[in-house]
């Protein structure tokens, strides 16, 4: 009878052990698909954090780039107007110039057309003086 009893605690024990065995195995198990699980969420969490943080840093990055593409519309359009008002500045010199040059030359012409209209004048005042003396 003890020898059965032993027996049975034995068997018990093993049978106890084998259980023990399997639901440490399937405890196991399931700590490592609940770890599997864990990483999965970290791996996406830390996914969503880089695609975050490119986005942001594209945003960024598009940001002072049109930055960048305004103030140099804005130095163009400066560029473009300081040099209009100098090609401005030196047409209106080149033309205050011209102009000079031009009413010198017509002075020229104007003395030079008095002074021939003077000397027909001067023949033709000789030429009445002797057809008078003539006549």
Do not use: F
């Not at 473009?80 to 205050?96: G, H």
Request: overall charge negative.
């Amino acid at each position: 009878h003890e020898r059965e009893h032993n027996r049975e605690i034995s068997e018990l024990i093993a049978k106890h052990k084998e259980e023990m065995e399997k639901v440490r195995a399937e405890l196991h198990k399931e700590q490592q698909h609940v770890l599997d699980e864990l990483r999965q969420q970290m791996v996406t969490a830390h996914k969503a954090e880089v695609e975050q943080a490119q986005l942001q840093s594209q945003t960024l990055h598009s940001l002072e780039l049109e930055a960048l593409r305004l103030s140099l519309n804005n130095m163009h359009t400066s560029q473009l107007e300081l040099t209009q008002s100098n090609l401005r500045k030196e047409k209106e010199t080149a033309l205050v110039e011209l102009r000079e040059m031009l009413n010198d030359k017509r002075a020229q012409e104007v003395a030079i057309l008095q002074s021939r209209h003077q000397l027909e004048w001067e023949k033709i005042k000789e030429q009445c003086q002797k057809e008078k003396d003539d006549l």
